[in-house]
């Protein structure tokens, strides 16, 4: 019995000899930590830009999903009559414009060559006025010359006229007392026929005289005729003017109108930018709508489920929070002084808590700086009382061939890493 008491003494200091040695190798060996903890990266879904209630949620807590599922509903009626009402204003623009874009192209081809033939109107008015009032101002001037010529002839024809008459009846009257003296033989047939021939040539130069003095009176009237001329001449000038006056005014009526294809153009210009805007504004609406509707951003698991059907959300607040497994990876917490041992490329042995189970991997990466920085309440070692801490930095080693079932975020590990030499 005793025999057997000191056999099973001896094992048992054996076996504890043999776990303290296999201890020390181990940590000879390794940098060991149970500090550490499966980790993902989670990601938290919530509108991306428009709020309102929650009308379906398509998945559960836990549930897979893949990238691009839709993972919950918000109410789109408000948006949707926003964008009926928008599209209703868009197609009445449209509408407005087409319309305008008819006239002004119907002026822009009629209204340059009613103008241009105004214009043209205008000049040949222009010129027949001009012409009428030269015209008028020659006849004018001729009609007075030759009224004051007339008069000066007939005036001058007159007084011939009255010296050539004087002088008829003197010569009548001494042909008269002549012919008297001849016939009782007291003067000679010479000195009769003198008088006689004296006598005949004034009574010749009178009928002259009077000729002259009806062509005199003749070139009077002619010349008077002159002033139906003028007065016809102004008449028809007057009317030319008149008619000036009118084209002028079609003329200006005309450019007025010309000026209707600049104010169409500034309206056609306004339309289209205030449809360019509502249809910028609608499709605005369009991807408001089309963001009611949240698809899942990765391929995963639903880790957790914040809201329900008929709460109110808005950007910013999640209602699902997700994770890929391919981001998972497990953060270990280590020692300062350990710090030095440990390689970026290290490998690494896991054993996931969740599982039980041993995996290999490496370290890809290691923290900047400890986790106390990003303490929530800092440690105070200002007022002297400072005891020495030993910090712990985060390294993060990938796992291979880890079964789904076998992540959890969150969840505890062990962490063995091979010192680097």
């Not at 990601?43 to 998945?59: A, C, F, H, R, T």
């Not at 033939?117 to 101002?137: H, T, W």
Request: glycine content about 4%.
């Amino acid at each position: 019995m005793k025999r057997a008491v000191a056999v099973l003494g001896a094992l048992a200091i054996l076996a504890i000899t043999a776990w303290f040695l296999y201890f020390l190798y181990e940590r000879y060996l390794y940098v060991i930590t149970d500090n550490a903890f499966q980790k993902a990266d989670i990601v938290n879904v919530s509108p991306e830009d428009v709020s309102g209630y929650i009308v379906k949620l398509y998945k559960q807590e836990f549930q897979p999903v893949k990238k691009g599922e839709p993972l919950f509903k918000i109410d789109d009626s408000t948006l949707k009559k926003e964008l009926s009402s928008l599209q209703f204003q868009i197609l009445s623009l449209k509408a407005k414009r087409r319309e305008l874009e008819t006239r002004f192209s119907r002026l822009k081809s009629q209204l340059p060559a009613a103008l241009q033939a105004a214009q043209f109107r205008l000049s040949a008015a222009e010129n027949e006025v001009s012409a009428l009032r030269e015209q008028l101002k020659e006849t004018e001037i001729a009609y007075r010359t030759s009224v004051s010529k007339a008069l000066a002839s007939l005036k001058a024809a007159r007084a011939a006229l009255e010296a050539a008459k004087v002088n008829a009846e003197r010569m009548e009257h001494r042909f008269n007392r002549y012919r008297k003296l001849y016939e009782k033989r007291i003067i000679s047939l010479q000195q009769f026929e003198d008088v006689k021939s004296a006598y005949f040539s004034s009574k010749a130069e009178y009928e002259r005289a009077l000729s002259a003095y009806s062509a005199a009176r003749e070139n009077l009237k002619e010349a008077q005729a002159l002033k139906f001329k003028v007065l016809a001449l102004k008449s028809k000038l007057a009317a030319a003017e008149k008619r000036l006056g009118e084209l002028k005014e079609g003329v200006v009526s005309a450019e007025a109108k010309l000026k209707q294809l600049e104010e169409l153009r500034h309206s056609i210009k306004s339309l289209s930018e205030r449809i360019k805007s509502l249809e910028e504004k609608e499709e605005k609406v369009k991807i408001l709508i089309s963001h009611t509707l949240v698809r899942s951003p990765v391929t995963g698991f639903i880790a957790k489920k914040w809201r329900e059907t008929g709460d109110f959300v808005s950007p910013g607040l999640t209602v699902y929070s997700l994770y890929n497994p391919e981001t998972f990876y497990v953060l270990a917490w280590i020692n300062e002084d350990k710090l030095p041992y440990v390689k970026a490329g290290s490998s690494a042995e896991v054993e996931l808590d969740v599982c039980g189970k041993t995996f290999e991997g490496k370290v890809y990466q290691i923290g900047k700086s400890a986790g106390s920085v990003f303490a929530l309440i800092p440690r105070d070692t200002s007022q002297g009382e400072y005891t020495k801490v030993t910090q712990r930095v985060p390294v993060k080693i990938k796992l291979r061939g880890v079964p789904l079932f076998c992540i959890k975020p969150g969840t505890n590990a062990v962490v063995k890493i091979r010192k680097a030499e």
